[in-house]
Protein backbone atom coordinates (compact mmCIF):
# COMPACT_ATOMS: atom_id res chain seq x y z
CA UNK A 1 0.00 0.00 0.00
CA UNK A 2 0.67 3.67 -0.41
CA UNK A 3 2.68 5.02 2.45
CA UNK A 4 2.64 9.09 3.16
CA UNK A 5 4.42 11.41 4.95
CA UNK A 6 1.94 12.43 7.81
CA UNK A 7 3.61 16.28 9.17
CA UNK A 8 2.13 17.57 12.24
CA UNK A 9 3.09 21.40 13.04
CA UNK A 10 1.80 23.62 16.01
CA UNK A 11 2.31 25.64 19.68
CA UNK A 12 4.11 24.51 22.52
CA UNK A 13 2.09 21.16 24.22
CA UNK A 14 -1.13 21.28 21.96
CA UNK A 15 -1.08 16.97 21.96
CA UNK A 16 1.15 16.35 18.72
CA UNK A 17 2.76 14.30 20.09
CA UNK A 18 0.15 12.10 21.64
CA UNK A 19 -1.78 12.55 18.38
CA UNK A 20 1.67 11.33 16.46
CA UNK A 21 2.52 8.27 18.56
CA UNK A 22 -1.37 6.93 17.99
CA UNK A 23 -1.25 7.41 14.22
CA UNK A 24 2.39 5.56 14.20
CA UNK A 25 0.64 2.63 15.93
CA UNK A 26 -2.42 2.13 14.37
CA UNK A 27 -0.72 2.54 10.77
CA UNK A 28 2.67 1.13 11.37
CA UNK A 29 4.62 3.98 10.77
CA UNK A 30 7.64 5.55 12.42
CA UNK A 31 7.34 8.43 14.16
CA UNK A 32 10.05 10.91 14.59
CA UNK A 33 9.83 13.73 17.47
CA UNK A 34 12.15 16.58 16.23
CA UNK A 35 11.32 18.53 18.85
CA UNK A 36 13.29 15.62 21.10
CA UNK A 37 16.06 16.11 18.72
CA UNK A 38 16.33 20.30 19.22
CA UNK A 39 16.07 19.25 22.92
CA UNK A 40 18.85 17.36 22.86
CA UNK A 41 21.11 19.28 21.09
CA UNK A 42 20.42 22.06 23.67
CA UNK A 43 21.01 19.78 26.71
CA UNK A 44 24.28 19.51 24.95
CA UNK A 45 24.92 23.08 25.08
CA UNK A 46 23.22 23.39 28.75
CA UNK A 47 26.21 20.57 29.72
CA UNK A 48 29.15 21.82 27.68
CA UNK A 49 27.85 25.28 29.03
CA UNK A 50 27.51 26.81 25.62
CA UNK A 51 23.84 28.12 26.54
CA UNK A 52 22.54 29.03 30.00
CA UNK A 53 19.52 31.53 31.21
CA UNK A 54 21.42 34.55 30.10
CA UNK A 55 24.09 33.85 27.84
CA UNK A 56 24.63 32.01 24.59
CA UNK A 57 27.94 31.17 22.91
CA UNK A 58 26.65 30.31 19.24
CA UNK A 59 30.22 29.81 17.78
CA UNK A 60 31.22 27.56 20.05
CA UNK A 61 27.64 25.49 19.85
CA UNK A 62 28.27 25.53 16.15
CA UNK A 63 31.52 24.63 16.07
CA UNK A 64 30.81 21.52 18.51
CA UNK A 65 27.37 20.65 16.38
CA UNK A 66 29.63 17.58 14.45
CA UNK A 67 30.67 16.05 17.52
CA UNK A 68 26.68 15.54 18.24
CA UNK A 69 24.90 12.90 17.67
CA UNK A 70 21.23 11.94 18.39
CA UNK A 71 19.67 8.59 17.27
CA UNK A 72 16.31 7.02 18.57
CA UNK A 73 15.66 3.45 19.95
CA UNK A 74 12.46 2.09 19.62
CA UNK A 75 11.61 0.89 23.18
CA UNK A 76 9.35 -2.24 23.30
CA UNK A 77 8.05 -1.95 27.14
CA UNK A 78 7.47 1.68 26.61
CA UNK A 79 6.03 1.18 23.00
CA UNK A 80 8.10 4.32 21.78
CA UNK A 81 11.34 5.62 20.44
CA UNK A 82 13.95 6.95 23.18
CA UNK A 83 16.34 9.81 22.26
CA UNK A 84 19.94 8.98 22.72
CA UNK A 85 22.78 11.89 22.50
CA UNK A 86 26.29 10.50 21.84
CA UNK A 87 24.50 6.79 22.92
CA UNK A 88 23.32 7.83 25.91
CA UNK A 89 19.30 7.76 26.92
CA UNK A 90 18.56 11.22 27.34
CA UNK A 91 14.54 10.98 26.91
CA UNK A 92 14.35 12.29 30.79
CA UNK A 93 16.52 14.77 31.13
CA UNK A 94 15.56 16.44 27.79
CA UNK A 95 11.91 16.84 29.04
CA UNK A 96 13.11 19.07 32.18
CA UNK A 97 12.26 22.78 32.54
CA UNK A 98 15.69 23.76 32.35
CA UNK A 99 15.68 22.33 28.67
CA UNK A 100 12.60 24.02 27.97
CA UNK A 101 13.62 27.55 28.66
CA UNK A 102 16.99 26.81 26.41
CA UNK A 103 15.47 24.64 23.49
CA UNK A 104 14.20 27.81 21.82
CA UNK A 105 17.34 29.87 21.74
CA UNK A 106 19.30 27.02 20.25
CA UNK A 107 16.34 26.03 18.21
CA UNK A 108 16.98 29.83 16.13
CA UNK A 109 20.58 29.14 15.49
CA UNK A 110 20.31 28.01 11.50
CA UNK A 111 23.08 25.84 12.09
CA UNK A 112 21.69 23.62 14.33
CA UNK A 113 18.14 23.20 12.14
CA UNK A 114 20.20 22.59 8.94
CA UNK A 115 21.80 19.76 10.80
CA UNK A 116 18.43 18.21 12.21
CA UNK A 117 16.35 18.99 9.29
CA UNK A 118 18.62 17.33 7.06
CA UNK A 119 19.05 14.15 9.52
CA UNK A 120 14.63 14.48 9.78
CA UNK A 121 14.60 14.28 5.48
CA UNK A 122 16.82 11.32 5.70
CA UNK A 123 14.66 9.58 8.81
CA UNK A 124 11.92 10.44 6.16
CA UNK A 125 12.51 9.95 3.00
CA UNK A 126 10.73 6.57 2.34
CA UNK A 127 7.29 7.88 3.47
CA UNK A 128 4.97 5.96 6.40
CA UNK A 129 6.11 8.90 8.56
CA UNK A 130 4.70 10.68 11.22
CA UNK A 131 6.49 13.86 12.58
CA UNK A 132 5.84 16.33 14.10
CA UNK A 133 7.33 19.70 15.28
CA UNK A 134 7.19 23.24 14.53
CA UNK A 135 8.45 23.38 10.46
CA UNK A 136 7.59 19.96 9.47
CA UNK A 137 4.75 20.99 6.66
CA UNK A 138 6.65 24.49 6.10
CA UNK A 139 10.37 23.29 5.58
CA UNK A 140 11.56 19.64 6.22
CA UNK A 141 8.80 18.16 4.02
CA UNK A 142 6.67 20.58 2.05
CA UNK A 143 5.29 17.86 -0.02
CA UNK A 144 3.75 15.81 2.85
CA UNK A 145 0.44 14.43 1.53
CA UNK A 146 -1.45 14.91 4.97
CA UNK A 147 -0.40 18.30 6.95
CA UNK A 148 -2.14 18.93 10.17
CA UNK A 149 -1.78 22.49 12.41
CA UNK A 150 -2.59 22.07 16.49
CA UNK A 151 -3.53 24.95 18.58
CA UNK A 152 -4.99 25.01 22.00
CA UNK A 153 -5.41 27.84 24.54
CA UNK A 154 -2.23 28.72 26.64
CA UNK A 155 -4.05 27.72 29.89
CA UNK A 156 -4.98 23.99 28.49
CA UNK A 157 -1.27 23.84 26.96
CA UNK A 158 0.03 24.61 30.45
CA UNK A 159 -2.17 22.86 32.14
CA UNK A 160 -1.41 19.73 30.13
CA UNK A 161 2.26 20.15 30.64
CA UNK A 162 2.08 21.03 34.77
CA UNK A 163 0.60 17.83 35.08
CA UNK A 164 2.87 15.61 32.96
CA UNK A 165 5.99 17.36 34.82
CA UNK A 166 4.43 16.50 38.07
CA UNK A 167 3.94 13.42 37.41
CA UNK A 168 7.30 12.39 37.12
CA UNK A 169 7.87 14.17 39.86
CA UNK A 170 9.87 17.50 38.83
CA UNK A 171 9.06 20.34 41.55
CA UNK A 172 7.45 23.20 39.32
CA UNK A 173 5.32 25.77 39.77
CA UNK A 174 2.21 26.21 37.22
CA UNK A 175 3.10 29.82 36.26
CA UNK A 176 6.57 28.54 35.40
CA UNK A 177 5.19 26.12 33.19
CA UNK A 178 2.72 28.91 31.30
CA UNK A 179 5.35 31.69 30.81
CA UNK A 180 7.44 28.55 29.30
CA UNK A 181 4.90 27.51 27.05
CA UNK A 182 3.94 31.21 25.84
CA UNK A 183 7.87 32.37 25.58
CA UNK A 184 8.53 29.64 23.75
CA UNK A 185 5.42 30.20 20.74
CA UNK A 186 6.75 33.67 21.04
CA UNK A 187 10.34 32.69 20.08
CA UNK A 188 9.41 29.77 17.80
CA UNK A 189 7.09 32.48 15.52
CA UNK A 190 8.91 35.23 15.41
CA UNK A 191 12.69 33.20 14.66
CA UNK A 192 14.25 34.48 11.00
CA UNK A 193 14.87 30.65 10.13
CA UNK A 194 11.80 28.84 9.79
CA UNK A 195 9.43 30.26 12.39
CA UNK A 196 6.14 28.62 13.95
CA UNK A 197 3.85 28.93 10.72
CA UNK A 198 0.61 26.73 9.81
CA UNK A 199 1.51 25.39 5.90
CA UNK A 200 -1.53 27.22 3.85
CA UNK A 201 -2.35 22.94 3.13
CA UNK A 202 -2.71 22.01 6.84
CA UNK A 203 -5.67 21.53 8.65
CA UNK A 204 -6.34 22.85 11.77
CA UNK A 205 -7.03 21.48 14.86
CA UNK A 206 -7.94 23.26 18.02
CA UNK A 207 -8.10 20.59 20.89
CA UNK A 208 -9.04 23.13 23.63
CA UNK A 209 -12.33 21.63 24.00
CA UNK A 210 -11.81 18.30 21.77
CA UNK A 211 -10.75 14.93 23.38
CA UNK A 212 -8.37 13.19 21.77
CA UNK A 213 -10.08 10.26 21.21
CA UNK A 214 -13.38 12.55 18.70
CA UNK A 215 -9.78 14.19 17.16
CA UNK A 216 -7.90 11.15 16.98
CA UNK A 217 -10.70 9.72 14.73
CA UNK A 218 -11.07 12.91 12.67
CA UNK A 219 -7.49 12.52 11.80
CA UNK A 220 -8.00 9.01 10.76
CA UNK A 221 -10.58 9.48 8.48
CA UNK A 222 -8.10 11.95 6.90
CA UNK A 223 -5.63 9.58 6.59
CA UNK A 224 -7.90 7.08 5.23
CA UNK A 225 -8.83 9.39 2.00
CA UNK A 226 -5.15 9.75 1.41
CA UNK A 227 -4.27 6.30 1.52
O1 LIG B 1 7.99 19.74 20.43
P1 LIG B 1 8.73 20.28 21.63
O2 LIG B 1 7.87 21.17 22.48
O3 LIG B 1 9.43 19.23 22.41
O4 LIG B 1 9.87 21.20 20.99
C1 LIG B 1 10.78 21.90 21.79
C2 LIG B 1 11.32 23.12 21.06
O5 LIG B 1 12.13 22.72 19.94
C3 LIG B 1 10.28 24.07 20.45
O6 LIG B 1 9.78 24.99 21.39
C4 LIG B 1 11.08 24.74 19.34
O7 LIG B 1 11.88 25.79 19.86
C5 LIG B 1 12.02 23.64 18.88
N1 LIG B 1 11.57 22.95 17.67
C6 LIG B 1 11.79 23.54 16.45
N2 LIG B 1 11.47 22.89 15.30
C7 LIG B 1 10.92 21.68 15.33
C8 LIG B 1 10.64 21.05 16.58
C9 LIG B 1 10.97 21.73 17.73
O8 LIG B 1 12.30 24.66 16.39
N3 LIG B 1 10.64 21.04 14.18
Do not use: H, W
Request: proline fraction near 1%.
Amino acid sequence: TNKITIAIDGFSSTGKSTIAKLLAKKYNYVYVDTGAMYRAVSLYAKVNKFVGNDFLNKEELVNSLRNVSIKFKFNEVLGFAEVYLNNENVEKEIRTLEVSQLVSKVAAISEVRKKLVAEQQQMGKNGGVVMDGRDIGTVVFPDAELKLFMTASADKRATRRYKELIDRGDKVNYKDILFNVQERDRIDSTREDSPLLKADDAIEFDNSDMGINEQFERICSLVDKKL
